[in-house]
């Protein structure tokens, strides 16, 4: 005897009682092991949730088939490196194991991806995690994917680091009175710690980015954001030695950033890219000099 021929199924036997459609049917926070190319073609491991749903088109069906979009997820997307194609097949598939019930088709999936850093001196590096999230769907036969990534780095205040200097040059000048001053008298002054006069805030800030992405590949995610904190220029470090820490400080110093610089250089660095063809975010400067933060939002079209 066949035991599954007689088991109950209730989402084929039994008609809903009131015949609506319903736009997304799933389930949420899935956990499903992916796999990234970095940028030497090398593949990284890591752990997403995934959101899985179909849209529920005939109104006198009880439900959809929820099962056969778990196990297409694990079929299709454990065991090979992420690609726009996959996710593409995969909707596919999650429209096709629904028999007629469905015509639309979303995912999401939320993972951390880890790089490793080299410092900017030194020959020390580390591991620093980027919080992103890609979303496709199938709607109405049009394929949309929408990429979002978290950049974090490091903001130090023009304003402060005009007033910082400021002090120094109203210090030195109240120190060294003479009109003609001796070079090794003020070096000594400048590392000594009466030199520590004032010092420019600074704080960790996050830009919050959400992209569209033409066709169906999905970029390169390393490149991406190596792309963004370029156009920042002050991404957060990993491991560093003094020297590191050093250069990192002038780095500062070269980039002051108002979050307003930050968000032009970022919508300057989307701007030209040629696969992106909508895009959001907020930019937020996570103060040191108040309790509230200074953020900027923006976009190229209504989303």
């Known amino acids: 005897m066949n ?4 088991l109950p199924d209730i989402t084929s036997d ?18 499903l092991p992916i796999s990234i190319f970095n940028n030497a073609n090398e593949v990284i491991h890591t752990t997403a949730k995934a959101d899985l749903f179909v ?3 005939k109104t006198d069906a ?44 979303k995912i999401n999936l939320a993972f951390e991806l880890t790089l490793n850093k080299p410092a900017l001196l030194s020959n020390q590096s580390g591991y620093q995690t980027y919080p992103v999230v890609i979303s496709k769907e199938i709607k109405n ?3 949309t994917t929408q990429l979002n990534i978290t950049i974090p780095y490091s903001s130090t205040c023009p304003c402060s680091a005009a007033l910082a200097r400021q002090a120094l040059s109203d210090a030195v000048a109240t120190q060294f009175v003479e009109d003609r001053i001796d070079k090794h008298a003020i070096l000594k002054w400048l590392s000594s710690p009466q030199g520590s006069i004032a010092t420019p805030h600074s704080q960790r800030s996050y830009a919050y980015i ?19 904190e370029q156009a920042i220029g002050t991404p957060v470090q990993t491991a560093v030695k003094r020297e590191d820490e050093q250069a990192f400080a002038k780095l500062n110093a070269e980039n002051l950033l108002f979050c307003e610089d930050a968000a032009r250089r970022v919508k300057q660095a989307l701007e ?6 909508n895009y959001h975010f907020k930019i937020e400067h996570q103060e040191s000099l108040h309790a509230h933060n200074a953020v900027v939002y923006d976009q190229k079209y209504p989303l």
């Open 14 to 31: 039994h008609a809903s009682l009131n015949a609506l459609p319903l736009q997304w049917v799933g389930m949420e926070a899935i956990s």
């Open 141 to 143: 036969e049009k394929i």
């Open 210 to 228: 959400t992209m569209v992405i033409e066709g169906d590949d999905l970029p390169l995610l390393p490149t991406i954001i190596s792309q963004l």
């Open 55 to 57: 849209s529920l088109n």
């Open 272 to 277: 030209l890219k040629s696969d992106i063809s």
């Open 3 to 6: 035991i599954k021929s007689n």
């Open 62 to 105: 009880k439900g959809i088939h929820m099962s056969r979009l778990y196990l297409l997820l694990n079929e299709q997307l454990s065991h090979k490196a992420l690609t726009g194609q996959h996710l593409t097949t995969l909707l596919k598939s999650m429209l096709d194991s629904q028999q007629g019930l469905s015509l639309n088709a």
